[in-house]
């Protein structure tokens, strides 16, 4: 299985600021998924990062808000734009796994915005 | 209607009891389902995947009913250790991404 780290593990931001977060595997993928989690609940896809091409975001997220770059194989990064407390969640990335369709998550960024 | 739906516990149950959790999705075009485990403040990891013929990996049992459009998942002889949420995933056909359900809390009592 992908070994996955994300950095920072954890933030407490203002809100009005931004924060960049960091997605590392230790081998070559062709997808990279980000998801958000919030409190309570469970995990909604932000947007798919495919190297070399812009991210695919899913219904509900914009490019300005979460701009995402995915320079190479085995990094993405995932900014969250001019927070406002509802961004208070945390953010996991995702590359496929083995099987068809399975997917090993990172350990999560825990960010609060105050 | 969510894509997926899950009741959301929470379970208590007893060590050595069996307990069944159950998960209904709402596209008939889903082609893929799986069970994922989330222990608390850690990321979600792989339980098993789901088959059409259902399938057995030691104590846990997943089934598939496609006419109602609901997978369930049965622990036989439940440990402490099986204590956590586990999430309801579909992939519908044609997508990549995956459709969490809200999962459901299993407690085991010693």
């Known amino acids: 299985s992908a070994v996955i780290s994300q950095k920072p593990s954890r933030d407490i931001c203002q809100r009005g600021t931004s924060l960049t977060i960091q997605c590392q595997v230790d081998?070559?993928?062709?997808?990279m998924f980000w998801y958000r989690q919030q409190p309570g609940q469970s995990l909604t896809l932000i947007a798919t990062a495919n190297q070399g091409s812009e991210a695919t975001y899913e219904s509900g997220f914009v490019i300005d808000k979460f701009p995402i770059s995915r320079p190479n194989l085995t990094f993405s990064t995932l900014t969250v734009s001019n927070m406002s407390p509802e961004d208070s969640s945390i953010y996991l990335c995702?590359?496929?796994?083995?099987?068809?369709?399975?997917?090993?998550f990172g350990p999560g960024t825990r960010l609060t915005v105050t | 209607r969510k894509e997926v739906e899950q009741d959301p516990g929470p379970f208590n149950v007893p060590e050595g009891a069996t307990v069944a959790f159950n998960c209904t999705y709402s596209n008939s075009a889903s082609q893929s389902f799986f069970w994922y485990r989330q222990d608390c403040r850690k990321e979600p990891k792989l339980l098993m995947s789901v088959y059409s013929s259902g399938n057995e990996d030691g104590r846990f049992t997943a089934q598939l009913n496609r006419a109602s459009q609901y997978i369930s998942l049965l622990i036989r002889d439940s440990k402490l250790s099986d204590s956590a949420t586990y999430l309801c995933v579909v992939i519908r056909t044609g997508a990549n991404n995956l459709f969490f359900g809200t999962g459901t809390r299993l407690t085991v009592i010693p």
């Open positions: 081998s070559q993928v062709t997808m």
């Open positions: 995702s590359v496929e796994g083995g099987q068809a369709y399975e997917q090993y």
